[in-house]
């Protein structure tokens, strides 16, 4: 009988230490692969000016590219988009109040579904992040639900000599981080059933073990 009185505490110990062990299990892996994920995009982002040709960025501005250096470009884009592992790499101008498309890149669904964008092409924003980012000159990370899919995202402001600004962004779907989330909270569950029976069992074991030798 007096055992029965230590395992009502005992009980709800082991359950909270199990539960506490989980629970930071899932937000410490969560935090670190949103980290990771913002960290890809900024990087993808920021080194698609080193994919354009030279003065490419103020020549779209004056409007002086033509379609075939547009579909020389977006060729590389989508090999270096391929490489980094993101959905999509592209950048805007802002002209006329309109966002439009100065590079990008295509995947094959895109090609198959003819879905690819033209030099110049308005994107209409689904949310306020491109002229915040614009207006502001800070970065952004975003999530944007489009005709293309619903992404993570970073909208990279660039501001050249001229003090014009050039906005690039890059995308992941959103179902990669949702993906690793449900794995966490696998896993999380998991650690709490086999935390709990470890601890509950060992340290009902002692307790039988205190008594008995009383």
Do not use: C
Request: hydrophobic letters at 40%; charged letters at 25%.
């Amino acid at each position: 009988m007096s055992i029965l009185k230590f395992l009502k505490p005992h009980f709800i110990l082991t359950f909270f230490i199990s539960i506490s062990a989980s629970i930071y299990y899932y937000f410490d892996n969560t935090i670190r692969i949103i980290e990771i994920q913002k960290t890809k995009l900024f990087l993808a982002a920021n080194g698609i000016k080193y994919i354009l040709p030279e003065k490419y960025l103020d020549r779209a501005l004056k409007g002086s590219i033509n379609d075939d250096e547009f579909d020389v470009l977006n060729e590389k884009l989508s090999r270096y988009s391929k490489d980094l592992d993101v959905e999509y790499a592209y950048a805007f101008i802002y002209k006329d109040g309109k966002f439009k498309f100065i590079a990008n890149s295509t995947t094959v669904t895109d090609y198959q579904i003819n879905n690819e964008n033209n030099l110049f092409q308005e994107y209409i924003p689904t949310n306020s992040s491109l002229i915040n980012s614009y207006e502001t000159g800070k970065i952004v990370y975003t999530n944007v639900n489009d005709k293309w899919g619903v992404f993570n995202s970073i909208v990279l402001p660039y501001k050249l000599e001229s003090g014009e600004t050039i906005l690039f962004g890059t995308d992941i779907k959103v179902e990669e981080l949702d993906n690793q989330k449900s794995k966490f909270l696998l896993n999380a569950v998991l650690i709490f059933f086999i935390s709990y029976l470890i601890l509950f069992s060992s340290s009902k074991l002692i307790l039988t073990i205190i008594e008995f030798k009383k």
